[in-house]
């Protein structure tokens, strides 16, 4: 580790050994650069790192060189006034934190027979501006989403909530990489445990680096060895929002437009930005959709095997006769199908996914033809089993949280082999276990099945149902603590008779 | 730990590779079985099954040569038996957990079907929501043989049939194995059966019949067989069929005919009937007394009559009554002289009244019911008569 970074050896008085150490700790680096100017009756360097830092703020600054009768004593403190005027600046003594300014973007001052150096910030780099968040798209909503940058991130949050309560905490996590991690809470509303928590996990953090969020999500989470995310993630500011209105914790990683929420419920996954900007009874409507199609994505196949080769009474006889048909001449038992046409669909997903976008357009088609009709006209599927794998695979899209619809589509083969091996019987063993796996597991303190067990009727109103907002007028309980008083019931405003 | 967790997750391996897959049957392996028929043989029983054949079935996908059914038959000294017997000609195992209906050849009915019914209420694969048919002057397995039209599956016209019938012409009785066997221990009722006869021989056992725009060989459903200690003893004709629905309030609608007062026809629909059977002893003489409330519409006139006056309404209401009232006495009549079985439950009537009373009456209820004392109350409302008030015939001669 110090092989790699350079040590907080202290500035020296010479500026031309300074020059030299940063040149050879930096390895000589062609980004680097160095100018040396005359600043005054002395020399000085300025050192920033091309493409990180504004090149325009720097020729500014160096065409407001004090004139030679500025004293030598006085020039540290020119240097310092001018750096002012680029912005804030921070007295460095040493190589470290030379280092750690214009690697980020700063620029460094440094003036010959000064044993002290000035640091301003210059951030100024290429970065990509706000668009449309594409994992979490809506209709009605906000269309901004996350960007890479960790400060304009922070003030998509603090342009929602202007409120001196919305404090920020930043560290760098990452040996090597350094990366800029930020915590955001509301102060007052937030669980002070949870804060603490998450301070905690953090810090216990000891890797070489952090590249996205992910990194961070697995190295807090509560359990490893489950299907189920503890962790959720948000492109929208809106989303993060109303995430630390609810009292929870958003991680911000610089580098990364998708930001961690703390904790996180089994109910989170089913929540959509869009589910509070428009009507209630639609919202719920829709909510009660997407839990229909968590059910039939996770075990519409298995169904469809268990009772067409274990439970055949189930069926109307209507049914069982046309199912029957399409199944005359099918060579391969009914779990077979089912497998082999939900490998298929997965491969065509994960192709189209990773295909450039005209590729992918190519890869659905032949899919659609390959799925759709070829496989049934040869005999290999029946038809029916083609319907069962294609609402299957549109119900697993209907899940908003991708990281659950991603452990959905990964349980419903276990589900399906059980149902392959014991008919209903297994589906329901399964099911049985998943609610209690489910019911065991905690993210930052909290019940991940809340409010459904613990049962608590208050939360109920955003769950499977979503009230009218006047009717929202508690925070979750077990997620902020202190603060649950959200608003006073309050009815909306009628016209007068 | 890693040790003890692969011990374990290879123990749920084995438990469910090893015994994986148990009575698993693949829908295409499976002789779905949609009619059974079951009659009298030299020794035993000869079963007849109706098998379908899905291909033919499901539109778009039929050859159109081949029967949409197949049936098969084999006999044996049981039942169970015979129905394992069949695998002998079948390909696929008889699949009974949909079969719609169970017919008795009328021989076997006449001597006894209580014992051939034992398989059928024990075995775990066969639902109980099939009905129990007698096959009326033939055998079971000629009934199953008839190629029916628009449905494919002649089980399922017999079905659908039966069904339909009941709910809007009253004289057939869906009877399901288990309200059959309930009537059979019961003490104070006894069992009918819709009976059903082949008309036209065999002319209906070949695909050429249905080609035809009126087939020639079909299926008909022609009153309800009467039952006496397990055995059939005679028929009931359409007329007291329905007068056996109104006793035992399966009426949901039906038409009915009554004559004009001053000639000519009238045709009144039963829109709802209610009856209620209440048993009374007195001086030792069991009485039943049947009382009929039904709510009729004027369904088709064909006589001179001003509907639109509230005293002609008044007089078809008793008109209707009587109508009813004969039709009920009729058939009591009929029972009690010809079958002496107590099919309409007064047995239970009276036992609910006066159980004291029963239980001396039960010892010889068989004799004493042909001479027990029915009065009958219908009353009859008028609801509605139509969409015209009087008839356009009576207008013309005006």
Sequence with gaps: MDNNMPQAEPIKVKLQPNIDKIRKDLGNSDDIVIREIAFGVARAAIIYTDGLADKKMITDFILETPDQTTERDNLLEALKELAQKLGDYKEITNFQEIYSSILSGGTVLLLDGCSRGVSASTQGWKDRSISEPISQVVVRGPQEGFTETLRTNTSMIRRKIKNPNLWVETRQIGKVTKTDVAIMYIN?????????????????????????????????????????????????????????????????????????????????????????????????????????????????????????????????????????????????????????????????????????????????????????????????????????????????????????????????????????????????????????????????????MSPFAPFIPDDHKDTIFRLPHWAMTSRPRLISQRNIIREQMSRPAKPQK | MIRKLSALISVLLLLVLLTGCWSRRELNELGIAVGIGVDKADKGYRVTVQIVSPGEIVSGKSSGNRTPVTVYEATAETIFEAIRKITTKSSREVYLAHLRVLIIGEQLAREGMEKALDHFSRDHEVRTDYFVIVAKDTTASNVLKVLTPIEKIPANNLYLSLNSSEKLWAPTATITLDELISDFVSEGKSPVLSAVSVIGGKAGHSQKNIENISPTGYLKYSGLAVLQGGKLVGYLNEKESKGYSYITDRVQNTVGLASCPNGGKLALEVISSKTKVKGKVVN??????????????????????????????????????????????????????????DIFGFGEAIHRADPAAWRQLKENWHEVFPKVDVIVNVHTEIRRIGTVANSFQNERKE
């Design chain 2, 284 to 341: 030792d003489q069991p009485q039943i007394q049947i009382e009929v409330k039904t709510e009729e519409n004027v369904g088709e006139v064909e006589c001179e009559l001003d509907l639109t006056k509230r005293e002609t309404i008044a007089e078809l209401e008793q008109l209707a009554n009587q109508k009813v009232a004969s039709i009920i006495k009729t058939t009591v009549k009929k029972v009690q002289n010809d079958y002496k079985s």
């Design chain 1, 188 to 448: 007052g509303i937030v669980n002070g445990k949870v804060v603490k928590e998450v301070r905690k996990r953090l810090d216990k953090i000891n890797i070489d680096g952090i590249l996205e969020s992910g990194y961070i999500e697995e190295l807090i989470q509560d359990e490893t060895y489950s299907p189920f995310p503890t962790v959720n993630n948000s492109e929208r500011p809106d989303s993060v929002a109303a995430a630390l209105l609810e009292g929870r914790v958003a991680i911000l990683v610089d580098g990364t437009p998708f930001v961690l929420i703390v904790p996180t419920l089994f109910i989170s996954f089913f929540q959509t930005a869009e589910d509070y900007y428009q009507r209630a009874d639609i919202s719920t409507l829709l909510r009660m959709i997407r839990f229909i199609s968590l059910f039939i994505a996770m075990v519409g196949p298995a169904l469809y095997i268990g009772i067409t080769t274990f439970h055949q009474e189930l069926l109307p006889t209507q049914l069982l006769i046309s199912l029957a048909a399409q199944r005359e001449g099918v060579p391969f038992p009914a779990f077979i199908e089912a497998l082999l046409m939900e490998i298929t669909f997965e491969i065509l997903r994960e192709a189209g996914i990773r295909m450039p976008r005209p590729i992918g357009q190519a890869v659905s088609i032949v899919g659609t033809l390959v799925i759709g009709q070829a496989a049934v006209e040869a005999g290999i599927v029946s038809a029916s089993m083609v319907i069962v794998v294609a609402i299957t695979a549109i119900s697993s899209f209907v899940i908003t949280g991708y990281s659950m619809a991603i452990s959905v589509r990964m349980l419903r083969f276990v589900i399906m082999g059980l149902a392959a091996a014991f008919g209903v019987f297994g589906i329901v063993v399964a099911l049985i276990a998943l609610v209690m796996h489910l019911c065991s597991l905690r993210s930052f303190g909290v019940p991940y």
